[in-house]
């Protein structure tokens, strides 16, 4: 029996439901690396005399990935995990900023939807590091050290039906009253 969203009679206090669309996550792991060192390369080059003042991540993703056998209930997912990095470094009293990536291969078994599934998934990768301290190693090359967690995951953006008590009711704003103005600067919900 399907059921419909919308309002109607309240059944123990809920008087709606809504159907809100959402990025479902079937399953993920985790990769946690501690004192690690990274060796990035940068996307322009970086001059002599330069020196290395930081480093973060703004972006991942899972590159060239196949989906192999199943194994059970989990299926193989072979791809590279691209972190995107933006370094910076100081040459001549001005900072600098480029980009710059590291890609790792990784080969992992995660929970996929069925075959038969009507809703397309996406494995997605998502990179963060704590970045320590770093060198410039080479023209286009960068060393980095810290703490990285990288998490593959399952995803599909799905339509959940959630049962609802209705509308937010929220209490009425208080006035304001500033130094230097004369009277509130919001009118009380009693002088109307």
Known sequence: ???????????????????????????????????????????????QGAEFVSARVISSELDGYSIGSS????????????????????IGGQLVSVGA???????????????????????????????????????????VFGCLLQIIKVTAIVDILIPTYGYCKYPPCTGCSCPGLAGNIFPELDDE
Do not use: H, W
Request: charged content about 20%; aromatic content about 6%; overall charge negative.
């Open 1 to 47: 029996m399907a059921i419909k969203a919308g309002c109607g009679g309240s059944m123990d206090g809920i008087c709606c439901r809504m159907v809100i669309e959402t990025k479902r996550v079937f399953d993920g792991c985790a990769f946690t690396d501690e004192n690690i060192t990274l060796t990035l390369t940068t996307d322009a080059p970086i001059p």
């Open 101 to 143: 990536s590291y890609r790792e291969s990784k080969d992992v078994l995660l929970k996929i939807p069925s075959n038969n599934s009507a809703v397309p998934f996406s494995i997605e990768a998502q990179s963060n590091m704590i970045v320590g301290g770093g060198a410039i190693i080479g023209t286009n090359a960068v060393s």
């Open 71 to 90: 194994n059970g209930e989990c299926s193989r997912v072979v791809g590279d995990v691209v972190t995107r990095f933006a370094v910076t470094y100081s």
